[in-house]
């Protein structure tokens, strides 16, 4: 079985670029969860995405944005990038919100650099 | 208050020591609890989930207090192996739902 899949694992941009970042549950899996993981520091939650409605949204700006499409694929889209927007961007797999007994399953990540 | 708190260590142990983390979290109204166990530069990977009685599984053993709003999580005879980062993770409704984590206790288990 396929676990998280997330696209692509290294990026590096520049500042004030755009990026779109790509993520794949596990099939069965239908809430997806966008965090943001810098050195040092535990994920901070982005959004969270569920049967295609956004169920939560954490303390990030509008430039961060998110959709899930009908196969519970993801996409996190982050326009005019500052240098503080490097980070471990990580896709998490539930079968539900809560994530109940079995929690979430995250994807490898995907490394952004803003240079 | 931050909503979930961990003491970031690092805890330096020999091998074959106890080791014991807590976590404390702000919203009493959270239902779901868990460990994760982060490698360098990897992934975060589910070690457990902790449940109101309290569970083991092999060598580790997590325990809710909900009356005092924290988790634990005893790892016994350290091995080499378990030197990480132990992040605990707890649910919040505030805003919508997420699960939010802590910023991680880093364990090292020396020989």
């Known amino acids: 079985d396929a676990g998280v899949t997330q696209s692509p694992t290294h990026l590096i941009k520049t500042r004030g670029q755009h990026v779109t970042l790509r993520c794949s549950p596990i099939s069965g899996h239908k809430s997806v969860s966008w965090y943001q993981q810098v050195l040092g520091q535990g994920p901070q939650f982005i959004f969270q995405?569920?049967?295609?409605?956004?169920?939560g949204r954490g303390n990030f700006p509008d430039r961060f944005s998110a959709r899930q499409f009908p196969n519970y694929s993801s996409e996190l889209n982050v326009n005019a990038l500052l240098l503080g927007d490097s980070a471990l961007y990580l896709c998490a797999s539930s079968p539900t919100p809560l994530g109940q007994g079995a929690g979430y399953t995250f994807g490898s990540g995907t490394r952004l650099t803003v240079v | 208050r931050k909503e979930v708190e961990q003491d970031p260590g690092p805890f330096n142990v020999p091998e074959g020591a106890t080791v014991a983390f807590n976590c404390t979290y702000s919203n009493s109204a959270s239902q779901s609890f868990f460990w994760y166990r982060q490698d360098c530069r990897k992934e975060p990977k589910l070690l457990m989930s902790v449940y109101s009685s309290g569970n083991e599984d092999g060598r580790f053993t997590a325990q809710l207090n909900r009356a005092s709003q924290y988790i634990s999580l005893l790892i016994r005879d350290s091995k080499l192996s378990d030197s990480a980062t132990y992040l605990c993770?707890?649910?919040?409704?505030?805003?919508?739902?997420?699960?939010?984590f802590g910023a991680g206790t880093i364990l090292r288990v020396k020989s």
């Open positions: 993770a707890v649910n919040m409704m505030e805003y919508g739902n997420k699960l939010v």
């Open positions: 995405y569920y049967e295609k409605e956004e169920r």
